[in-house]
């Protein structure tokens, strides 16, 4: 089981820039792939990135503007959010799969979350 802490959300305006955490204890990240999602007010939790070691996916909507790294000193997951727009706010949330990223776009295939962390962008 890992135990997951998100931080780093805050209020943004329109084109500017983000950094969420999401610190990981009681396992390393190796064993797991590491997923951000986001859920709006009246909508589905939907996936937005996922890393397993070296490699990185994304959404579509997110391609370009978003990058996911860790930093394995510190047992840490990196969500660098840039060019954020009015439709990027959420509710952020990071998750941890035994199945790495395979199938990342469900949330079904994510064991364990953490709390979330609210990120809002204004026009």
């Known amino acids: 089981q890992v135990q997951l802490v998100e931080s780093g959300g805050g209020l943004v305006q329109l084109g500017g820039s983000m950094r969420l955490s999401c610190e990981a204890s009681g396992s390393t990240l190796d064993y797991y792939g590491i997923g951000w999602f986001r859920q709006a007010p009246g909508k589905e939790r939907e996936a937005v990135s996922c890393?397993?070691?070296?490699?990185?996916y994304y959404a579509d909507s997110v391609k370009g503007r978003f990058t996911i790294f860790r930093d394995n000193v510190e047992n840490t997951v990196y969500l660098q959010m840039n060019s954020l727009k009015p439709a990027d706010t959420a509710v952020y949330y990071c998750?941890?799969?035994?199945?790495?990223?395979?199938?990342?776009?469900?949330?079904?295939?994510?064991?364990?979350w953490g709390q979330g962390t609210q990120v809002t962008v204004s026009s």
């Open positions: 998750a941890s799969s035994s199945y790495y990223c395979l199938h990342y776009e469900s949330p079904l295939w994510f064991q364990d």
């Open positions: 890393i397993e070691g070296s490699n990185t």
